[in-house]
């Protein structure tokens, strides 16, 4: 396998979505790399059930498909990256899962675009309002700016560890899997007014 050439990463191989989902269930996993099409389950499928038993795996999607509703659906699932095979180089891949690791959130450049576009035609009207704190809300639209952990933290003078529970806090009360979600929950709703 392509990633094992990096030492700092230990790797297992599963050929389909059952067996990945059983080696998780099993001993969870920092990071999960899945295809949205693979044999067994699909890999929005077994993203969705990793989330469920595993919620703190980060999973990026390392697909062929730049179809947007697999895009979507995979967000929708709980998964934290989405990386094209065509164009992806090793170090983007490891990029990647290091990015995701720390609990950053990838996109292939193209799928990005794709994303933003959808933004675009989004409904005009705002969702609906949730029991966000102000902090939380504050946390939340500088993760919709694509602010990591850190510099969150540095941001607002609390901890990075106080940064984590309130996006936990914020997943939990939005009933949502993924930063990127919450992120893309902060746009449509308009709390993020720019996102320089």
Known sequence: MVLS???ALELEEVDDGDKALEMVAENPYDIVLLDVRMPGRSGVEVCAAIKEISPTTGIIMLTASDDE???YESIRSGASGYLLKDGSTYEQVAEAVRLVASGQSLISPSMATKLLDEF???SKSPAPTTNLTPRELGVLR????????REIAEELFISENTVKNHIRNILEKLQMKSRMEAAMYAVRSKLVDDIP
């Open 69 to 71: 509703s697999d895009l």
């Open 120 to 122: 675009v035609h989004m």
């Open 5 to 7: 050439a990096d030492d």
């Open 142 to 149: 500088h993760v919709a700016r694509g602010r990591s952990n």
